[in-house]
């Protein structure tokens, strides 16, 4: 074991026996999230309620070079808080409270550990909404999302994560807490640190304090429109960002994935190229936008263009939306399930679709391909058997050549899922000289490289 009894005996004296566990369950509990990554436990498991416990717990692990990796709601899908070099596991779980709403300024003040369904449960009553919408609404935390960048379904036309984050209070690897970033719209003053800190996944600082800035509850209306080829569909996605209207959200599902969610979810959507809009607003605006959209898509062939889906209909529609990874999961006990997250200027979209396709084909690679189209992301799974090494080889070949191609366009290897450990590789290739200038502000935060080890950069 890497950390001694001394430190348990620190780590017990500061938060009880009930908040420091080395039980087997709690440290296989905490070895792996959702990704397929090789699960690492951590030493020990910790529970802190406040920013002076995080505080006292990382001047400690600072002085003794001890691993350090948060951990919200491990719902990650690329190894992101696996702690891959032991250590503590730091569960900011039960800081979970929302602190203050200021109804009048459109903001919420709140612990990490809370999930976003809710938060937004609980902003409900004051008409406001925080709106990323990822997949992973349920088991996700807003201390989870600072920390990937996330986003998902209504990234279209709200933004991320990022765009939220007003004010952090952070505690740096020496155990100095520190409050960045200032509650307004706007500021030019000083470096941005919040946006330092959105994204950076655990490898500067423990966030234990975020306000985010909020909107107010739109009128909501959903659409689904069918076409015959995903072309036609990702064409429309073009049309729909250079032409029209913003719709609140504009998914893409291929055949393959709308099956996998029909059998998973009990739902009877066409197995057919597939685009999941909502529009968000006022009536007369979202009848507006629909009517434009609904052209476009008629223009493009769509099979068929179904609107005035009622509530319970629209809530039956994006669960099943929401259930596409573990539906690929599920009903492929005997393949590993990878995703990739990748994201192309919206010019390349239909090109994205096309090239994922072929290179599926030429290297016999099963895939399904969904995700938040409207702002250039697309998920592609890569099935693999397990106990195949070679198709696993080949799922990371077809990975490899997408992600070389999107980034030859202009894209990302990585549109909200993060780094992690599985998109290290890339790191050099997007990011190119400037990414020792990310190493150095690494060594900055954090000198002994005590947070979040193995992540975010190719090994030296
Ligand atoms: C079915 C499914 C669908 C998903 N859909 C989406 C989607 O649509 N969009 C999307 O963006 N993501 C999606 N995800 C990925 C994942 O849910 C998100 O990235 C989510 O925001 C992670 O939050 P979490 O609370 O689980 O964080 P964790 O997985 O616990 O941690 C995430 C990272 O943040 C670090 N961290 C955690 N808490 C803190 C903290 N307080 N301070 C500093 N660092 C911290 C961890 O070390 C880790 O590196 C999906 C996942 C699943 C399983």
């Known amino acids: ?4 009894q001394a430190t348990l005996d620190m780590l017990t004296a500061l938060l009880g026996a009930d908040r420091v566990s080395i039980k087997a369950a709690d440290l296989e509990a905490h070895a792996q999230d959702e990704s397929f990554h090789t699960p690492h436990p951590p030493d020990v498991v910790v529970w802190p309620l406040s920013a002076e416990e995080v505080s006292a717990i990382l001047r400690h692990a600072n002085e003794l070079s001890i691993p350090v990796t948060p951990w919200c ?8 808080p696996i702690p891959v070099c032991g250590g503590i596991v730091v569960d900011l779980i039960r800081m979970n409270q929302i602190l203050e709403v200021r109804e009048q300024d459109l903001q919420v003040v709140a612990q990490p550990g809370i999930i976003y369904d809710e938060l937004n449960k609980r902003l409900a009553r004051y008409g406001l909404f925080f709106p990323p919408a990822p997949g992973s609404s349920d088991i996700a ?3 989870g999302m600072v920390a990937n960048n996330s986003s998902g379904m209504h990234a279209v036309k709200y933004g991320a994560t990022k765009d939220y984050v007003l004010q952090l209070q ?5 155990g100095e807490i520190i409050r960045i970033g200032r509650p307004v719209i706007k500021s030019s003053s000083g470096y941005d640190l919040c946006r330092l800190i959105v994204g950076s996944e655990g490898t500067l600082g423990i ?3 975020i306000t985010l800035r909020l909107r107010i509850r739109p009128e909501v209306v959903a659409a689904v429109a069918v ?7 990702a064409e429309v996605i073009y049309a729909i960002n250079r032409y029209g209207p913003t719709p609140a959200a504009l998914e893409l599902m291929d055949p393959t994935i709308v099956g996998i969610v029909n059998a998973w979810t009990k739902s009877t959507l066409a197995e057919a190229p597939t685009l999941v809009m909502e529009f968000h607003g006022l009536p007369a605006g979202i009848e507006q936008e629909l009517e434009l959209v609904e052209e476009t898509c008629r223009e493009a062939g769509c099979v068929s263009f179904e609107k005035g889906l009622t509530p319970p209909e629209r809530e039956k529609l994006w669960h099943a939306r929401k259930q596409a990874h573990e539906a690929v999961k599920q009903l492929n006990t005997g393949s590993r399930a990878e995703i990739g997250d990748i994201v192309v200027p919206i010019s390349h979209y239909t090109e994205a679709v096309q090239k994922a396709y072929a290179l599926a084909e030429e290297l016999h690679v099963r895939i399904a391909t969904f995700g938040h189209a ?10 693999s058997d397990k106990s195949s090494e070679h198709e696993h080889e080949r799922t990371a070949e077809f990975n490899r050549r997408l992600v070389h191609w999107v980034l030859s366009v202009g894209g990302t290897c990585t549109g909200e899922h993060g780094v992690g450990i599985g998109k290290r590789e890339f790191m050099p290739l997007e990011h190119g000289t400037s990414l020792e200038t990310m190493r150095k502000i690494k060594r900055l935060f954090d000198p002994k490289g005590i947070l979040n080890p193995g992540k975010m950069f190719p090994d030296a």
């Open 1 to 4: 074991m890497a950390i001694t």
């Open 73 to 80: 709601g491990g719902s990650s899908l690329e190894g992101n």
């Open 141 to 143: 935390t807003i201390g």
């Open 170 to 174: 952070v505690v740096l690897a020496d």
């Open 207 to 209: 966030v234990t304090e």
């Open 227 to 233: 076409f015959e080829t995903m072309e036609a569909a």
């Open 374 to 383: 409207g702002d250039g992301n697309m998920h592609v799974e890569m099935l």
